[in-house]
């Protein structure tokens, strides 16, 4: 059974900026770090934003400033607020949950990933 459903990727100009959900289980929701990570072509996976049980937030620096985190209790669901954002920024972003309430990095299960694209 797919536990982390990811939506809102797509293709945006530089400066813009798009809203990223990843809908989890009630059982993955209330037990499990959070986090999006993102893979460009030919680099490796990158960690970009966790957020654990209680509600503590971690960025990367490359995002650090621009992405917001966050979630919504009632609805089960991750969300990245992406602004300001640069052709850097294109990848597959995916969404996990960690094995621990806390975020140490670890990683549990996967979300299918959606395309982020901007354009210069």
């Known amino acids: 059974q797919v536990q982390l459903v990811e939506s809102g990727g797509g293709s945006v100009q530089a400066g813009g900026s798009l809203r990223l959900s990843c809908a989890a289980s009630?059982?993955?929701?209330?037990?499990?770090?959070l986090g999006w990570f993102r893979q460009a072509p030919g680099k490796e996976r990158e960690r970009i934003a966790t957020i654990s049980t209680a509600g503590s937030t971690s960025y990367a620096d490359s995002v650090k400033g621009r992405f917001t985190i966050s979630k919504d209790n009632a609805k089960n669901t991750l969300y990245l607020q992406m602004n300001s954002l640069k052709p850097e920024d294109t990848a597959m972003y995916y969404c996990a949950s960690g094995r621990n309430s806390y975020c140490d990095g670890s990683v549990r299960e996967w979300g299918q990933g959606t395309q982020v694209t901007v354009s210069s």
């Open positions: 009630t059982y993955t929701y209330n037990r499990y770090c």
